[in-house]
């Protein structure tokens, strides 16, 4: 069936250094794919997305792209704040299916000042 | 706009108690969902709807109830209340595809321990 895989965390950065988080999925055909973000003691956000292949999905200076050949939609941000500091989610909504969308584990990222 | 909001935010229940918990949205948005969200397990479903009057097992429906009696609500039950239920519960909304938006938009979350 469908499904996300990313990264395990926790990520350790120090301010200002280079993110990537790894994100691969499982899927027929082109689904949608998401990035979600959770700050402590909040719900999730959704900060960028990719609906089509090669698109690059962009938001808050994150960046990811939609990558058919290799079914990856890493994040990319060149320099991390604190206050970038929480937990991102990787996630797809399946081609065709409009009721629900799959979540990847999660990746903890802890910004050092 | 509020968006999505919980009644709790917070909850201790005992083992085989029951108790219910609400989510509210105020964007005429035609899907809900309920989700669990434990350490290391990311975000699960739990049931969903995809419009008023219609409900929908997803991926550990076993040990809750939904209803949707109106569109702008979701009710999430427990009849009786385990240990294992012990989660922090997160409700989201979404519009009709056919509006070309497809995010999902989260409540704050409800943490419930059960004892």
């Known amino acids: 069936g469908d499904s996300v895989t990313q990264m395990e965390g926790p990520v350790t950065l120090s301010e200002e250094a280079f993110l990537t988080i790894n994100c691969t999925y499982t899927?027929?055909?082109?689904?949608?794919l998401f990035w979600y973000v959770q700050y402590p003691g909040e719900g999730l956000q959704l900060l960028l997305k990719?609906?089509?292949?090669?698109d690059k999905g962009s938001n808050k200076g994150f960046e990811a792209t939609y990558r058919k050949e290799t079914t990856s939609f890493h994040l990319e941000k060149g320099s991390v704040q604190v206050s970038d500091s929480a937990v991102y989610f990787c996630a797809l909504r399946p081609m065709n299916r409009d009721d629900k969308i799959i979540f990847g584990k999660g990746t903890r990222l802890h910004i050092l000042p | 706009n509020a968006g999505v909001t919980q009644t709790p935010k917070f909850r201790v229940l005992k083992t085989g108690q029951s108790m219910t918990l609400l989510c509210a949205q105020d964007m005429n948005h035609e899907y809900m969902y309920w989700y669990r969200q434990d350490p290391g397990m990311g975000l699960r479903l739990i049931h969903y709807?995809?419009?008023?009057?219609?409900?929908a097992k997803g991926e550990v429906p076993d040990g809750y109830n939904v209803s949707r009696l109106k569109k702008q609500n979701f009710l999430l039950g427990l009849e009786s209340a385990a240990p294992s239920q012990t989660s922090v519960y997160f409700c989201a909304s979404r519009s009709d595809l056919r509006t070309g938006e497809n995010e999902q938009y989260f409540g704050p979350g409800t943490r419930l321990t059960v004892t």
């Open positions: 990719a609906t089509k292949a090669d």
């Open positions: 899927a027929t055909g082109y689904p949608s």
């Open positions: 709807s995809v419009g008023e009057g219609t409900t």
